[in-house]
């Protein structure tokens, strides 16, 4: 019975090491923005521009990129650097801005410019 009992500790315990979160876990990898405001992309913004593609990378140097790609083909790209603890995200852009964001196991939420972002790792 103490046998049975020690192995399922041991795999509770291994399902917690999964979470990107966890003692073990990273928050680096490449996300894909899937909601804007809760909305599916493509996204379409009050000036009539469509976003229709985002992809946010953390690296685990600490620093960050994040492309955003429109219909009027066109990109923008933002890099800086981040902060984590444990799973709680702070980015500090190059041009100065700096915002929340948070990862829960595959997603990742940042609020940026009156925007909630919903990524979800690749």
């Known amino acids: 019975m103490r046998r049975l009992a020690m192995f399922a500790l041991a795999a509770t ?25 809760g909305q599916p992309l493509p996204y379409t913004f009050s000036s009539g521009l469509r976003l229709i593609d985002n992809d946010l ?13 429109y ?21 500090y852009s190059t041009t100065g801005f700096v915002y929340q964001g948070s990862v829960t196991r595959d997603i990742l939420t940042t609020v940026y410019n009156g925007f909630t972002h919903v990524f979800e790792r690749d």
């Open 71 to 91: 219909s009027d083909g066109s990109t923008d790209v933002d890099e800086g650097y981040y902060t984590d603890y444990n799973g709680a995200l702070t980015f």
């Open 13 to 37: 315990l291994a399902a917690c090491n999964s979470d990107a979160t966890g003692p073990n876990g990273s928050v680096s990898g490449t996300y894909e923005l899937r909601t804007l405001n």
């Open 57 to 69: 990378t953390l690296y685990s140097d600490g620093t960050y990129e994040d492309v955003s790609s």
